[in-house]
C-alpha cells in the first residue's frame, strides 16, 4: 500500500489492464477503491479527500466479465474482494463505472487483487 494508480477526474471509463505471466485460474478479485494514503506532513487523509470507486467492470480475456460494487465510506479502507465463478485468463482489464465525488476530483486505486485458484 505505498503506492496507487491515480488520475484525474471521477474516473469513469478508465482502465488498468493486467498482464499476468501466463493463462491463471482466476476465483476472487478485489481492490480497495481510492487513495488509502494519510499524508505524513499534515496528516491529512487523502482517502477521505479524493474520490472513491463505487463500481467496476472487471473484464477477462476469455470473454468473462463480472461487476463488483464497493462501499465508498470514508471509514473503510481496506481490500473489498468478492469470489467469482472460476475462470482462466492472462489478461485482466479493471474498468471504473462509478464512484463517489470527494473534496479532490482525483479518484485512486491503491492495491489490487487477484486472487488465483489452486490447480
Given at each position: 500500500m505505498t503506492t496507487a494508480w491515480r488520475?484525474?477526474?471521477d474516473g469513469t471509463g478508465q482502465q488498468l489492464t493486467v498482464d499476468l505471466a501466463g493463462k491463471t485460474k482466476i476465483g476472487e478479485v478485489g481492490l480497495v477503491p481510492g487513495y488509502a494514503k494519510t499524508d505524513v506532513r499534515s496528516g491529512t487523509d487523502r482517502y477521505a479527500e479524493n474520490d472513491r470507486i463505487t463500481r467496476?467492470?472487471?473484464?477477462?480475456?476469455d470473454?468473462?466479465?463480472v461487476e463488483q460494487t464497493f462501499d465508498p465510506a470514508p471509514s473503510n479502507r481496506s481490500m473489498q474482494s468478492m469470489r467469482i465463478p472460476v475462470t482462466k485468463a492472462q489478461k485482466v482489464v479493471v474498468e471504473v463505472l462509478d464512484s463517489e465525488r470527494g473534496d479532490r476530483n482525483t479518484i485512486a486505486v491503491?492495491?489490487?487483487?487477484?486472487?488465483?485458484?489452486a490447480r
Amino acid at each position: 500500500m505505498t503506492t496507487a494508480w491515480r488520475c484525474d477526474g471521477d474516473g469513469t471509463g478508465q482502465q488498468l489492464t493486467v498482464d499476468l505471466a501466463g493463462k491463471t485460474k482466476i476465483g476472487e478479485v478485489g481492490l480497495v477503491p481510492g487513495y488509502a494514503k494519510t499524508d505524513v506532513r499534515s496528516g491529512t487523509d487523502r482517502y477521505a479527500e479524493n474520490d472513491r470507486i463505487t463500481r467496476v467492470r472487471w473484464v477477462f480475456d476469455d470473454g468473462t466479465t463480472v461487476e463488483q460494487t464497493f462501499d465508498p465510506a470514508p471509514s473503510n479502507r481496506s481490500m473489498q474482494s468478492m469470489r467469482i465463478p472460476v475462470t482462466k485468463a492472462q489478461k485482466v482489464v479493471v474498468e471504473v463505472l462509478d464512484s463517489e465525488r470527494g473534496d479532490r476530483n482525483t479518484i485512486a486505486v491503491s492495491e489490487l487483487r487477484i486472487g488465483a485458484v489452486a490447480r
